[in-house]
């Protein structure tokens, strides 16, 4: 198995709700990262996972949560977004951490009402 | 500081080279990749570069990296039209897992 796979692919939430996103990579890579992208930007880092371990927080807002249950699993809560965080939403791994390619998912397609 | 740049925009007739520029500011780069996004799909990692090399070769793919100039560059040989996409180049430094990305060139290829 060679790539990253995201769900859902698509996802309406109101700024009330409380959701998941969902990545999941069975290459055995050992980092796993989280990136926002809004239309016509490149990607943005949010947080970066290390053998398990919260590594890298850029400064994101407490309404969103990760949490990486074992080295395969990488989630994302989301609670009372805006609607300025509708963004396609990409999760990447690498084999490690450091300057290893990171191979992404194919995204989330967040909208939020 | 970290900052990449790119041009925005790229238009090419199907079956001539493409040439992708990139150029990057810090010197401590130690790889730099390329990355290929088709609408509303996530991104493909089409190749990378160390920084102690100058030329990488891949199939239709040639990587050049010039160090002094900090500058970067992907041609595409035999452009077709399934390589329409947005071209994003990227930089990282040993020991960090963060990715610096450009703004993305947009790839056009018309008959």
């Known amino acids: 198995d060679t790539e ?33 992208q809004k239309a016509k930007k490149p990607p943005e880092l949010m ?35 805006q609607p300025e965080d509708s963004a396609l939403y990409l999760c990447a791994s690498s084999p490690r951490t450091g300057a290893d390619e990171q191979f992404f998912g194919p995204g989330t397609r967040l909208t939020v009402l | 500081g970290e900052d990449v740049e790119q041009s925005l925009f790229l ?20 790889y730099l990749y390329w990355y290929k996004q088709e609408p509303g799909a996530g991104l493909q990692l089409l190749t990378y570069i160390f920084s102690n090399m100058d030329m990488k070769q891949d199939q239709r793919l040639t990587v050049l ?19 329409s996409a947005i071209y994003f180049c990227a930089e990282s430094m040993d020991g960090y897992n963060k990715l610096i990305f450009g703004a993305g060139t947009r790839l056009a290829v018309h008959p």
């Open chain 1, 4 to 36: 990253v796979t995201q769900t859902p692919k698509h996802l309406v939430m109101g700024m009330t709700n409380k959701k998941s996103l969902k990545c999941e990579q069975h290459m055995g890579h050992r980092a796993m990262y989280w990136y926002k």
């Open chain 1, 47 to 81: 947080f970066v996972y290390s053998y398990e371990k919260l590594s890298i927080n850029e400064s994101v807002p407490s309404r969103f949560s990760p949490e990486c249950p074992n080295s395969s699993l990488l989630n994302l809560h989301l609670h009372a977004l």
């Open chain 2, 11 to 30: 238009s090419v007739r199907e079956g001539d080279s493409s040439v992708i520029n990139c150029t990057y500011t810090d010197s401590s780069s130690t």
């Open chain 2, 65 to 83: 990296l010039n160090k002094k100039d900090k500058h970067l560059s992907l041609r595409i040989a035999d452009t077709q039209t399934g390589d």
